[in-house]
């Protein structure tokens, strides 16, 4: 068997209008919310470039323009920074535009997640690619996208990133049948859209990390819109399971989906308890604070 090619771009849909955080993305892209000290893009394109990747696809939309601006040289505030003597930060500011060669395309039309992923074509090519959604923070210390992509480079096929949920919530998400393979992998035999409880193949959900092989464009060229009108993911890699094997990656800690509210709020504090500049005193800070109520 013929080496796999080696999994060297990342696609990053962003084209999202962020309404569960209105009004505060009312006039900014829900990608550019602070989390402690960083924009939420920044840790997804950081934790794509800790995988070996080093060419990364944005889809953007109408209203992103502070995507491109912060991941771009502003030379005017590192001479600023410089001539204050504050260099780490000018340092800080010069490394963010040298993770990694960043590129953008508009999807145009806000036509679904797998709508997102077609417009990319022309700039994957015939090479497999990751996908990474923003909404969705993962922990570094879990190295999902790299066992992701040594599982592609071991099969050539693509992997979806899964994970137990309850019963009751199986509804919100895409949901596989899957056949054990290995502890942590198994094959997807079929791939249903937010089904009902009652008759979920598993408890096995899609979460938003992949790798895929560039026949996915082709079935993404051949699924019909579904709810909302929209061109689902999830649609495209069950067609794909007609023709080649999907493997399923498992995981069971160290993602918070970002797009909810309270989850975005547990990265903060996990993410500010951790830190040696802030930890020490917001972890006293916490303490007291639950203490003082009773919690």
């Known amino acids: 068997m013929q080496p796999s090619p080696r999994v060297t771009t990342a696609v990053i849909p962003a084209a999202g209008l962020g309404t569960r ?4 993305t009312k006039a900014q892209p829900k990608e550019m919310l602070p989390v402690v000290d960083k924009p939420v893009i920044q840790y997804v394109v950081e934790e794509a470039v800790r995988a070996g990747i080093d060419d ?3 889809i953007t939309g109408r209203g992103k323009r502070s995507l491109e601006d912060h991941f771009d040289r502003n030379f005017e505030l590192e001479y600023f920074l410089g001539q204050k003597g504050k260099h780490d930060a000018r340092d800080d500011l010069v490394d963010i535009a040298e993770l990694a060669d960043i590129h953008y395309v508009r999807q145009g039309e806000p036509l679904g997640l797998g709508h997102a992923i077609s417009v990319a074509r022309k700039h994957v090519g ?6 990474l959604l923003g909404d969705e923070w993962m922990r570094r210390d879990v190295g999902l996208l790299e066992g992701m992509i040594a599982t592609y480079e071991r099969y050539n096929r693509s992997v979806i990133a899964l994970k137990e949920v309850p019963s009751e919530e199986i509804s919100r998400y895409g949901c596989v049948a899957p056949e054990p393979v290995a502890e942590g992998l198994v094959q997807i035999i079929d791939l249903v859209e937010k089904p009902d409880p009652a008759t979920a193949p598993s408890n096995l959900a899609v979460m938003g990390r992949y790798v895929l092989t560039p026949e996915i464009f082709d079935a993404l060229a051949h699924i019909e819109p579904g709810s909302g009108g929209e061109l689902q993911l999830t649609d495209a890699i069950a067609l794909l399971l007609r023709s080649q ?8 800690e160290g993602r918070y989906d970002t797009g909810q509210v309270l989850d975005y709020l ?10 040696d500049d802030l930890g020490p005193e917001f972890r006293r800070f916490l303490g007291d604070f639950a203490r ?3 919690l």
């Not at 955080?21 to 505060?24: Q, S, T, V, Y």
């Not at 015939?126 to 996908?131: M, Q, Y």
């Not at 094997?245 to 069971?252: L, M």
């Open 292 to 294: 003082d109520r009773d």
């Open 266 to 275: 547990k990265v903060i504090v996990e993410l500010a308890s951790e830190r």
């Open 126 to 131: 015939d090479n497999p690619f990751a996908v």
């Open 56 to 58: 990364i696809l944005i």
């Open 245 to 252: 094997a999907v493997y399923g990656y498992t995981f069971d």
């Open 21 to 24: 955080f209105l009004p505060a």
